[in-house]
């Protein structure tokens, strides 16, 4: 409730309490009950001006307590009725068509259905334009009705031009704009981190399981390399028995060349010797 006048405060406060009677018909303020969006929203504060602090009650039961002295709030307040009858004008121009218009501002707010005819009333009659100069001449064609700019110059039926840079976080709307916008962002991050974390962990599981993967197949390699050298120990004391056997053929084959070369020798010898017998 910062920023709200005290009377208004006081109602608010007096219709939280109440489950019947005269404040049970409390609906809220205006400002509470209407949303636009975050560029749009300083338009609507400014043409809404301290209507947008207006309380908004189902029927005129509130004001008879007033009326009547029942109820005096702490200071000024304004309300705006449910039952109250439309007062729109049914030859309302349409200038949508028109170059340099933007909308009329009843269109470029959101609003509980019930609260739509108070926010025609409030809006109906206002119009978005580009251009200061576009207003100034609009309003020559079109004298009843409201003229607000993007840059928050505001043109009034009775002649009244307020002119200045808008306050964009200034007024009620507006900032409840601004927090509706941040709520969704900051959903919109939970939603992300949530994401992220399912993300996070799934990423956590994989590690874990190449981890488990990596130390069985660093067990099994361990265990081949061992097997390996091993093997190379048994096969190095094989190739050294080949080694000595092929030497010991050598030797054997060298014992015998050499037994089959006397062999012969005696073998001539022999037959030398029979020959000078037989002479």
Same mark, same amino acid.
Request: a negative charge.
């Given at each position: 409730?910062?920023?709200?006048?005290?009377?208004?405060?006081?109602?608010?406060?007096?219709?939280?309490?109440?489950?019947?009677? =005269?404040?049970?018909?409390?609906?809220?303020? %205006?400002?509470?009950?209407?949303?636009?969006?975050?560029?749009?929203? =300083?338009? /609507?504060?400014?043409?809404?001006?301290?209507?947008?602090?207006?309380?908004?009650?189902?029927?005129?039961?509130?004001?008879?307590? /007033? #009326?009547? #002295?029942?109820?005096?709030?702490?200071?000024?307040?304004?309300?705006?009725?449910?039952?109250?009858? !439309?007062?729109?004008?049914?030859?309302? *121009?349409?200038?949508?068509?028109? =170059?340099?218009?933007?909308?009329?501002?009843?269109?470029?707010?959101?609003? *509980?259905?019930?609260?739509?005819?108070?926010?025609?009333?409030?809006?109906?009659?206002?119009?978005?334009?580009?251009?200061?100069?576009?207003?100034?001449?609009?309003?020559?064609?079109? *004298?009843?009705?409201?003229?607000?700019?993007?840059?928050?110059?505001?043109?009034? *039926?009775?002649?009244?031009?307020?002119?200045?840079?808008?306050?964009?976080?200034?007024?009620?709307?507006?900032?409840? !704009?601004?927090?509706?916008?941040?709520?969704?962002?900051?959903?919109?991050?939970?939603?992300?981190?949530?994401?992220?974390?399912?993300?996070?962990?799934?990423?956590?599981?994989?590690?874990?399981?190449?981890?488990?993967?990596?130390? #069985?197949?660093?067990?099994?390699?361990?265990?081949?390399?061992?097997?390996?050298?091993?093997?190379? %120990?048994?096969?190095?004391?094989?190739?050294?028995?080949?080694?000595?056997?092929?030497? #010991?053929?050598?030797? %054997? !084959?060298?014992?015998?060349?050499?037994?089959?070369?006397?062999?012969?020798?005696?073998?001539?010898?022999?037959?030398?010797?029979?020959?000078?017998? !037989?002479?």
């Amino acid at each position: 409730q910062e920023g709200l006048a005290d009377g208004v405060r006081d109602v608010l406060e007096l219709a939280r309490e109440s489950e019947e009677g =005269p404040f049970s018909e409390v609906q809220g303020l %205006v400002a509470d009950l209407v949303e636009a969006e975050v560029d749009v929203a =300083p338009i /609507i504060d400014i043409a809404l001006g301290d209507r947008a602090q207006h309380i908004v009650i189902s029927s005129h039961r509130l004001l008879e307590e /007033i #009326q009547s #002295q029942r109820f005096q709030p702490a200071g000024r307040v304004g309300f705006v009725c449910l039952d109250t009858p !439309s007062a729109r004008d049914a030859d309302q *121009p349409d200038l949508l068509n028109l =170059p340099g218009v933007i909308d009329r501002l009843d269109h470029l707010v959101r609003c *509980p259905a019930a609260l739509v005819p108070v926010i025609e009333r409030l809006l109906g009659h206002s119009w978005l334009v580009e251009t200061l100069q576009l207003a100034l001449a609009l309003r020559r064609t079109h *004298p009843d009705t409201r003229f607000v700019t993007w840059a928050g110059d505001l043109l009034e *039926p009775d002649g009244t031009v307020a002119v200045g840079p808008r306050l964009s976080a200034s007024g009620l709307i507006s900032r409840r !704009s601004q927090l509706h916008a941040l709520r969704i962002e900051a959903q919109s991050l939970l939603d992300s981190l949530e994401v992220l974390e399912v993300r996070a962990s799934d990423l956590e599981r994989r590690y874990r399981d190449q981890r488990e993967l990596v130390a #069985q197949q660093t067990e099994e390699f361990k265990l081949a390399s061992e097997a390996l050298s091993e093997q190379r %120990v048994r096969t190095s004391a094989v190739q050294e028995r080949f080694a000595h056997l092929q030497q #010991q053929v050598r030797t %054997v !084959s060298a014992e015998r060349s050499a037994a089959q070369q006397k062999a012969t020798e005696a073998a001539t010898e022999l037959e030398q010797i029979k020959a000078e017998r !037989s002479h």
